[in-house]
């Protein structure tokens, strides 16, 4: 995702919605516990407040830095900055640990990962006993008959500097891979679709239009999108409202998939813990002892300690 000026960050943090909370609800009530949530691709922190409403601790990451100097602040989050360079090992310990996290979310950010990784190091830190992950995109705008034609217009032109990360996007998830067992809340290819009510104001609206991902790609490519000329129809379009300001309850179309970890997911983490146990617990003795004394039967009584641990564990 392009970097936004100070200018464009401000118009994309007045048009962004937060999302119901009634969404937190639900997600929190199908988890196993409430200790931990990471919020990834946190941008201002619009999920992280409502995950702060249900979990002990939010941990919110973003590889923007301006982004996450604007976002909301809240005693249970904590904000950091996690540049694509680190590595999986640094990003599992920052998180919380293998095995941490109760509730992973994505907000409208997932189509901008590295998916493997993220994936790996979703599995990595999911709690293997009830952690659940949740991925939302929101395309269409719902504002008014007027203004919805002109934005349909303007949407079909971005078809030629769409990327396949915006067609994710366009597509409601709907082509995102999404490696996790079903709850019923949607699943692989089947998002479900919700709607998130909002209140945007017409410079909302314009400043939304200004920092909107396609317009910006088309801009990159020397093609303004988003002209003067435009701007006039959907102020047309907009209208007065019969009180002062121009504020209309809108909608934004959502399309939201939740999963949780697979049997073979779980089995490869225990197999994981139980490796990683041996080695641990070798160099933690002392080496010299260990040269002269380890045996077949040492190692084997470390590695059944283990595997006790490793299934206490998951
Ligand atoms: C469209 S914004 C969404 C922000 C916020 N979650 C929301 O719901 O409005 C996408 C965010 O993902 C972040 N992002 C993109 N690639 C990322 C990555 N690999 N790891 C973490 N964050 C990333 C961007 O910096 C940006 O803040």
């Known amino acids: ?58 941990v919110a990451t973003d590889i923007n830095e301006a982004q996450l100097k604007r976002a909301v602040k809240h005693e249970r989050i904590t904000y950091h900055h996690t540049p694509t360079t680190m590595s999986e090992d640094q990003m599992v310990t920052l998180i919380g640990g293998d095995n941490s996290v109760d509730l992973i979310v994505a907000a409208q950010a997932v189509h901008y990962f590295e998916l493997a990784t993220f994936y790996n190091i979703a599995k990595r830190v999911l709690r293997k006993d009830g952690g659940l992950i949740s991925v939302w995109v929101y395309n269409d705008l719902v504002i008014s008959a007027e203004v ?60 939304f239009l200004k920092s909107w991902q396609p317009a910006m790609k088309a801009k990159e490519r020397g093609v303004e999108l988003v002209t003067e000329d435009l701007i006039s129809k959907f102020e047309e379009a907009w209208g007065d409202n019969d009180d002062d300001d121009d504020v209309k309850d809108i909608f934004y179309k959502a399309h ?39 045996t077949a039967a040492a190692f084997a009584g470390v590695a059944a300690y283990c595997a006790y641990s490793a299934r206490k564990n998951t």
């Not at 999404?178 to 919700?194: D, N, Q």
């Open 1 to 58: 995702m392009a970097a936004l000026s100070d200018k464009l960050a401000d118009a994309y943090q007045n048009a962004r919605p937060r999302y119901p909370i009634d969404w937190f609800t639900k997600l929190a009530a199908r988890t196993g516990q409430h200790k931990l949530a990471w919020d990834v691709g946190t941008g201002n922190g619009q999920a992280a407040i409502g995950l702060a409403e249900y979990f002990e601790k939010v």
């Open 148 to 207: 919805d034609t002109i934005m349909k217009r303007l949407v079909d032109s971005t078809f030629p500097f769409r990327t396949p990360v915006m067609n994710l996007a366009f597509d409601g998830y709907k082509t995102l891979p999404f490696p996790f067992e079903s709850i019923g809340m949607g699943s692989e290819g089947k998002p479900i679709m919700l709607d998130i009510p909002h209140k945007l104001s017409l410079k909302g609206f314009i400043g």
């Open 256 to 294: 939201m998939i939740v999963g949780k970890l697979t049997a073979s997911d779980i089995e490869r983490h225990r197999k994981r813990f139980e490796s990683n146990c041996v080695v641990t617990k070798l160099k933690d003795s002392n080496n010299s002892a260990i040269i002269a004394s380890v």
